[in-house]
């Protein structure tokens, strides 16, 4: 077995390095974001809002992903097509850097997010998913990891930073 990395494509946020590492460190952030967006009414204040780089339909879609999602200030515990997964936070470098490690997974499975400024207000993100993947399941698991650390890193790149 080897450690086989799946690396997102690089996203490009209109936010400060330091507000999406806060937000992103500590997942009770995403959790009252979570609670905001279930409320109708603040699902539409919140869609009035958005930068032209978030689509109000966007909003929707993550909170349908979310809806089936528990958050902790380090762990967050979501159902997936392979069954249960939950991540606790293991390591961090503020303000660049935040690793989650599996706890409960089918396939365990390691993920870090990495944050470069790129401007005063402005930063890149990378995903990594690291996983023990032996040769007769790589086959298996290549491309639903790679595409699992893509959707995810799309997911986060459109989050509103400064929204909540």
């Known amino acids: 077995m080897g ?14 390095q330091t507000l ?10 995403l959790d009252n974001l979570r609670q905001k967006i279930a409320d109708p009414a603040a ?6 809002n958005l930068p032209p780089e978030i689509k109000p339909e966007q909003i929707d879609k993550f909170r349908e992903y ?3 999602m528990e958050l902790g200030a380090d762990y967050i515990k979501i159902a997936s ?24 997974s089918p396939l365990p499975f390691n993920l870090w997010i990495q944050i470069v400024p790129t401007g005063e207000a402005e930063c890149k993100m990378k995903l990594t998913i690291g996983a023990e993947v032996n040769m007769f399941m790589k086959a298996m698991v290549n491309k ?11 997911m986060l790149a459109r989050l509103p930073y400064n929204l909540f």
């Open 144 to 154: 639903p990891l790679q595409k699992a650390a893509n959707g995810l890193a799309d």
């Open 66 to 68: 979310a809806e089936k």
């Open 81 to 104: 097509p392979m069954g249960e997964v939950t991540m606790r936070l293991v390591e961090q470098e503020a303000p660049k850097c935040i690793k989650f490690g599996t706890t409960t």
């Open 43 to 48: 699902a539409d204040l919140l869609k009035s």
């Open 20 to 29: 999406v590492y806060e937000k992103l460190s500590d997942l009770r952030n």
């Open 3 to 16: 450690l086989q990395k799946y690396e997102s494509e690089i996203k490009y946020l209109n936010f400060e």
